[in-house]
């Protein structure tokens, strides 16, 4: 659940995403929207979860587990990584914090609990603790103004010349950070759960605020991959998704579970599906893990994330990148798409 629910109670409205209740918006959610898209806002995503892996060399245990290189991750850096089954299909993404004698994995809700069972498999005689962390809550900053509004909040930080993944310690558990996968995401930052409302509350001052369906629609149309969205779990090849594109993957390191499967496809040009920007006509609602059809009536993708609303919408898909020709029209429950590259694909 958000850690803000009390806070704020009925005095706003309320939504669930992946069971867990989150504020679905603050008044307006237009507004929220477009303060997203053009300039900055304070979004709650405190109903993310979290584990922490201590012991003996927490590095050495999960740097055979995971996509990126975490010995990159120090106090002043964080990364993102993946852990794969032994075929390279995603299984769980998270981002890497640096705490004192311990690595803090952040996730998606409702993945701590399926996530530190698997990597308890490969403890076996290794002086290693996985442990559930229910205290720290998380907040983002983001919109292309991020930067510079949270650089006023902090004056002291030189957060303008930071690199994705730079970590600054503001306080004993707090802990800022510039996403290390897309300038889009913006920043985070990790409070005390007994502290959030505290923080919420200074940072709303000078950031407005947007909820859940804000930023949804902003994740969608900035074609930002997710979790359990676009990278799919035990079906993509994290590569479909964007994982190298959102600095996931690291090809110079040592060996890890699904890394044959992954240098494969990137060295060889194998992959046969990306994920895609979509636009959607105005017509029926449409629901994630629908088929994207050829005016044949072939399967080319599949639609992984959808805004609401009337009128034309944004989506997010894994398609053929070969069945992409203005010639051969889309679509998805029986509604047109137009599909395009996110802006970001380097493929």
């Known amino acids: 659940m958000s850690r803000l629910e009390t806070h704020f109670g009925a005095r706003i409205a309320w939504s669930t995403d992946r069971s867990k209740t989150v504020p679905l918006h603050f008044g307006d959610p237009v507004a929220e929207t477009r303060a997203l898209m053009t300039d900055v806002a304070l979004v709650d995503l405190s109903h993310h979860e979290l584990i922490a892996i201590s012991g003996d060399n927490p590095k050495d245990f999960l740097g055979g587990l995971i996509t990126n290189q975490v010995k990159n991750v120090t106090p002043e850096r964080s990364i993102y990584a993946a852990h794969l089954t032994p075929q390279g299909r995603f299984l769980w993404d998270f981002t890497i914090l640096h705490d004192a004698e311990r690595l803090l994995l952040l996730t998606e809700p409702g993945n701590a609990t399926p996530l530190t069972n698997r990597l308890s498999q490969f403890i076996l005689r290794a002086k290693i603790h996985i442990t559930q962390d229910p205290i720290p809550a998380l907040l983002a900053v983001a919109g292309p103004e991020a930067t510079r509004v949270i650089q006023a909040v902090f004056p002291h930080l030189p957060l303008l010349a930071a690199e994705p993944g730079a970590t600054f310690t503001l306080e004993p558990m707090v802990r800022l950070w510039r996403d290390p996968r897309h300038d889009h995401f913006g920043w985070r930052l990790l409070v005390p759960t007994d502290q959030i409302a505290s923080w919420w509350d200074r940072l709303v001052k000078r950031i407005p605020a947007a909820g859940f369906a804000a930023w949804e629609e902003y994740r969608i149309r900035r074609a930002l991959p997710r979790g359990g969205d676009e990278f799919i779990p035990e079906v993509s090849l994290p590569l479909e998704s964007g994982l190298l594109e959102m600095h996931g993957v690291d ?56 805004t609401t609303g009337s009128g034309e919408r944004a989506g997010l898909g894994i398609v053929h990148p070969n069945d992409i020709d203005p010639e051969r029209p889309l679509t998805v429950g029986g509604v047109q798409v137009t599909a395009r590259k996110p802006d970001w694909a380097t493929w």
């Not at 959607?280 to 005016?295: A, E, F, H, W, Y």
Request: with cysteine; aromatic share 6%; glycine share 12%.
């Open 251 to 306: 090809f110079a390191k040592g060996c890890y579970v699904g890394q044959e499967t992954t240098a494969r496809t990137h060295h060889r040009g194998t992959l046969k599906k990306r994920v895609y920007s979509l636009m959607l006509s105005p017509g029926p609602l449409v629901t994630p893990g629908t088929p994207i059809l050829l005016s044949s009536g072939k399967e080319t993708g599949v639609l992984t994330s959808v």
